[in-house]
């Protein structure tokens, strides 16, 4: 127990921070959702294009997806990597 | 090592079992702290190099798809062209059907043909890699070295057929309005990264979630829930994220075919 800045206290607040990254789960989540309601539209439009519209729209909800992973990421390290060195 | 030895043992997960206490655990390896546990190892330059659960199970899984090819090589060698396809006809036709048309419609007529067994590699690679936690690996694809490499193959190939088709212009093309060239540049650089975080943490997430399920859940819930989880996780997961990398793969290689 030297000073307020030990041990527990940094690794107490590197599990908030990772609780905090994962907030930005939100907006993948908002954009695939807009992608596959988009998708169901373009569906039920014209039935005949099921196949390149499903092909289109996953590939697009996994580029989207990239900022979710890097929040996750960013939670795994804060986690497991103990980037401030204790 | 923050929350004790419980969590660490979850995240130990449904691999390749527990590490035996003979190594001893470093105290500062990420990696045996997401269940990837080391077996044999030298020292060198004060870094570990070893033999870990991510290169038992790329092993098994490489003498898995030899075993396969050989296999899927007997039936197309017996088979009747004649009769009637067996059902392991019939599967090896439609993935072969399917991995052409993929690559036919994404790059082209003229360069699919050039490609498919490329495209086609990778895609069963990562797809069997990504399930195979099924069996009770670990999937080497949760690993960052996996995956990273598998984008640097992506990158080689974008830049060397960039070269081949477009001569100089694929590097004056980065300069192209003059004030845009570091983003240019960042972009081609950012391609490799985000196409390996987004396989890498796919499954990893996969992995810490059915990791977590098998070791913090009563033992009479573990008999029929985690099955659920596998589905989604390994196999629905597993099979989108290996169409989407190799999906991708295509688009940034046939981008270089116009003009």
Known sequence: ?86 | MIFGSEVLAALSGPTLGKLPDVISRGKDDIGEKLGINGYAYVKLFGYRFGITSTHIALLILLIAITVLAILANRVIRRADPYGKPGLAMTVIESLVNFIDNTTYSNMGEKHGGKFRNFIGTMLLFIFLSNISGVFGLRPPTADYGVTFGLAMITFFMIHINGFKHQKMKHITGLFDPIPLTPINIIGEISTPISMSLRLFGNVLCGTVIMGLLYNLLPKFLLLFWPGALHIYFDLFSGAIQAYVFTMLTMVFISKNFEE
């Open chain 1, 1 to 86: 127990m030297d000073g307020i800045f030990n041990k527990e206290f940094v690794q107490g607040c590197s599990a908030i921070g990772a609780g905090i990254a994962m907030i930005a789960g939100m907006g993948p989540g908002i954009g695939q959702g807009y992608a596959a309601g988009q998708g169901a539209a373009a569906v039920g439009r014209n039935p005949g294009a099921r196949g390149t519209v499903m092909g289109t729209m996953i590939l697009g909800q996994a580029v989207a997806e990239t900022t979710g992973l890097y929040s996750l990421i960013v939670a795994i390290l804060l986690l497991f990597v103990n980037p401030f060195g204790l």
